[in-house]
């Protein structure tokens, strides 16, 4: 259980272009999904906290407006980056919130590799 | 953003041989999470610890919820090649939120 799926897995995209990611739990319902990003090397930075049927909660110092995120059913959310730059070349993860028996958990999907030429 | 300290950053072992990896924060967590990143991956869920002091296993692995809620280790006994990846930790705020640790690369040779 508690399967997490992300699509797509790759995508190369030219600058100024806007690319769309999905996030699904296929067996199970989540309220809520985070949307991370990791850099080579590095550990993985939450950017946001998607909620279903409300709007998304940014952490500090990722912008809004960038990065869409729209979380319209109990198993899909997407993340949109609007505008991608070299700079936003990175691999992005999504996670959702399964309830647990002490605390609900969260499980990953297995990311996507954002390339920005 | 805040992250964990989590050592030793890369460790590299023999088959057969027990790894220890441990995370400390300045900041008390009630729910502490390990997970392994295998390359271009999506973290796994190993162990979740959910009160201080408790030890959980979950075949080969082993994991404290340390008694101060500020650190937990996680050991891996007679490592075999498999095990090889990133295993970072993870502690979990209110709002579920998870802030990650840096960690550990684990290389484990034959």
Not at chain 1, 30 to 51: C, D, E, G, V
Not at chain 2, 7 to 14: K, R
Not at chain 2, 65 to 79: C, E, P, Q, V
């Amino acid at each position: 259980g508690a399967v997490v799926s992300q699509h797509p897995s790759r995508v190369i995209c030219k600058s100024g272009t806007s690319v769309k990611i999905e996030c699904r739990s296929l067996d199970f319902q989540a309220t809520t999904m985070f949307w991370y990003r990791q850099f080579p090397k590095q550990s993985l930075m939450l950017m946001a906290t998607s909620n279903e049927g409300s709007k998304a909660t940014y952490e500090q110092g990722v912008e809004k407006d960038k990065f869409l995120i729209n979380h319209a059913s109990l198993t899909l959310s997407t993340l949109t980056v609007t505008s991608a730059h070299p700079e936003d070349s990175s691999f992005y993860i999504c996670s959702a919130l399964s309830p647990g028996p002490f605390a609900d958990t969260q499980y990953f999907g297995p990311g996507t590799r954002l390339t920005v030429l | 953003g805040q992250q964990l300290n989590q050592s030793p950053q890369s460790m590299f072992i023999q088959e057969g041989e027990d790894v220890s990896m441990n995370c400390t924060s300045s900041s008390i967590f009630n729910t502490w999470l390990w997970y392994k990143q295998d390359p271009g991956e999506g973290p796994v869920l190993l162990i979740a610890l959910y009160k201080a002091g408790e030890l959980t296993s979950n075949g080969r692995l082993t994991a404290q919820f340390g008694i101060t809620r500020k650190d937990s280790f996680l050991n891996i006994s007679a490592s075999i090649p498999s095990d090889v990846g990133i295993y970072f930790c993870a502690g979990q705020l209110r709002g579920d939120k998870l802030i990650f640790g840096t960690g550990t690369r684990l290389q484990v040779f034959p």
